[in-house]
């Protein structure tokens, strides 16, 4: 206890900016978005050798995963099946390596900087370069990082991801904490130049705040479409036992599922009978709905269904290679006369331990261990599926669940040419956690990035609409059967600047990084000859 009481003593700061990066994030706001890392950065400088550096890194990352991640024990325990003896130690382990990266910025600054004596500024600036850099290539469960905060609070800055992405909105939060880390550490040595640093981040700060205002899009909209989103808040249970129910060829809890989805759909026309397109979530219906399977008794029931609405359908729903044991997490699209206007989108980002075992293809026998998990095959990757309203055809980026969370597959979806993005989603493995407000608002970054308008529609929440401008037209909460219906404008096509060549910012880091290291050798060999 002692020896706990010392570390707290000697690594506070540390424990300090753990807490404060986890309170900038979804849905715990920003308010400390621009000096989270500052704590931090401040006892690195202090630290006399890597291990120490690295412990305190280690610090942080464990501490704001541990907050920000508290759904990995609820995923484990409700929907792993595992007792919560073994929940926690699972993410307490999921926290012990997630975030690595932070203490690894340190330690190569540490050892760039040893027997150098850099000035402290340039110390902050390397690490939050290389905070940056490391951010995007280290492994993740999806990646993470500060930039999504200005899209959760409304902090205007977030219209620049159209340039930079929010991975680049990112690198230059991490630098507005460099300046900041400045003042903290000249404070008790110049109150002027500590002031100078303050208001120069906060000049910076301001300055992306105005030009994200001033680069927000004025478009036109040549067509819109009324969407609805039935949110059907069907129990996790209920959907594992409906998927197992299909595989032994059985039916009642995909009937009676389907008879939910018809009510609620039912119940939400008579109350918007404008409606143009009807969007259901991940796997709302545990069946085939490809072509070859359209003839069987329930797909009848769906297609009548839609013919009596004269709506088009977008559902998610399984995909089966007809002949084959292949089955793929889908997502199909009807017209209002019940009939596919394309093949069906197969998910091909998928979720371990959820979608894949790991390791499940080399060795089946995993599976008899883990018989929870499931087995889907895996789709060819970002694609364009027509969908038909009316007199009008319309390309969408189809997605599903976590594909969202990778830039580039929105990136490369929106690139092929679609007029708008829809994202299905299950996020009932998590319950009333922090996840679903994170997942929400890292899908709406894409919309972003790319100027696309964005439908997401869900099992149990946040379902939600956002245009290409960045505003929420609805939201649904968490929990509930919910529906909603708004008009969605849908704008001419273009490619960002993002989609061209934003994402490749991190070159500019890169360059960025290493001249600066190159200035710093070369003042030093200068300074010594003198």
């Not at 997942?439 to 790319?450: C, K, V």
Request: aromatic residues 16%; hydrophobic residues 45%; positive net charge.
């Amino acid at each position: 206890m002692t020896y706990f009481f010392q570390a707290l003593k000697k690594y506070h700061l540390a424990f300090l900016s753990g807490f404060l990066i986890a309170f900038s994030y979804p849905p715990l706001g920003s308010w400390a978005l621009t000096f989270c890392f500052v704590p931090l950065w401040i006892l690195g400088t202090r630290l006399t050798s890597w291990k120490q550096v690295f412990f305190a890194g280690w610090i942080t990352q464990f501490t704001l995963s541990l907050i920000g991640f508290h759904w990995i024990a609820y995923t484990a325990h409700a929907f792993g099946n595992l007792p919560w003896a073994l929940a926690v130690p699972a993410l307490l382990l999921f926290a012990t390596f997630v975030h690595l990266h932070i203490p690894l910025a340190l330690v190569i600054t540490y050892f760039l900087n040893k027997n150098r004596s850099w000035p402290v500024p340039m110390v902050f600036l390397f690490y939050a370069l290389l905070t940056n850099l490391l951010e995007r290539v280290w492994p993740m469960i999806f990646p993470w990082h500060v930039g999504y905060s200005l899209l959760f609070s409304r902090l205007e800055a977030f219209q620049l991801a159209e340039w930079i992405g929010f991975s680049g909105l990112s690198g230059l939060i991490l630098l507005i904490n460099a300046v900041m880390a400045v003042a903290a550490y000249y404070y008790s040595q110049s109150k002027a130049k500590s002031g100078l640093a303050v208001g120069f981040a906060v000049f910076l700060f301001f300055c992306l705040t105005v030009l994200g205002s001033v680069m927000k899009p004025d478009v036109k909209s040549e067509s819109s479409i009324n969407v609805l989103i039935v949110q059907a808040n069907i129990g996790q249970l209920d959907k594992v036992l409906a998927e197992k129910n299909l595989k032994a060829n059985q039916g009642e809890i995909q009937q009676a599922v389907m008879d939910r989805y018809f009510a609620l759909t039912n119940k939400a026309l008579q109350s918007f009978p404008e409606t143009q397109l009807i969007v259901w979530p991940e796997t709302a219906l545990a069946d085939y709905l490809d072509v070859d399977y359209l003839s069987r008794t329930r797909q009848l029931q769906l297609r009548s269904q839609i013919l009596t609405w004269n709506k088009a359908l977008i559902t998610g729903a399984y995909s089966r290679e007809f002949g084959t044991d292949q089955v793929y997490n889908g997502l199909f699209f009807f017209n209002a006369q019940g009939q596919l206007t394309d093949s069906a989108y197969r998910k091909s980002q998928l979720l371990a331990f959820g979608e894949r075992l790991p390791f499940g293809d080399v060795f089946p026998w995993l599976y008899d261990l883990l018989p929870f998990v499931s087995s889907f095959a895996t789709g060819p990757g970002p694609q364009i599926k027509k969908l038909q309203i009316e007199d009008k055809t319309y390309f969408v980026a189809p997605q599903i669940c976590y594909e969202s969370l990778y830039p580039w597959f929105t990136r490369q979806g929106a690139g092929l040419g679609a007029d708008l993005i829809v994202n299905v989603t299950n996020d009932s493995w998590f319950g009333k956690t922090f996840e679903p407000f994170q997942h929400a608002t890292m899908t709406w970054a894409r919309a972003i990035e790319t100027r696309r308008p964005l439908i997401r529609s869900t099992n149990t929440g946040q379902s939600s609409v956002i245009s290409e401008t960045g505003t929420v037209l609805m939201k649904s909460p968490l929990g509930q059967e919910w529906f909603e219906m708004v008009k969605l404008p849908v704008p001419p096509q273009r490619q960002t600047f993002y989609m061209k060549y934003g994402h490749l910012d991190w070159v500019l880091h890169l360059v960025f990084l290493l001249g600066s290291l190159g200035g710093l050798h070369y003042h030093g060999r200068k300074k010594k000859n003198v």
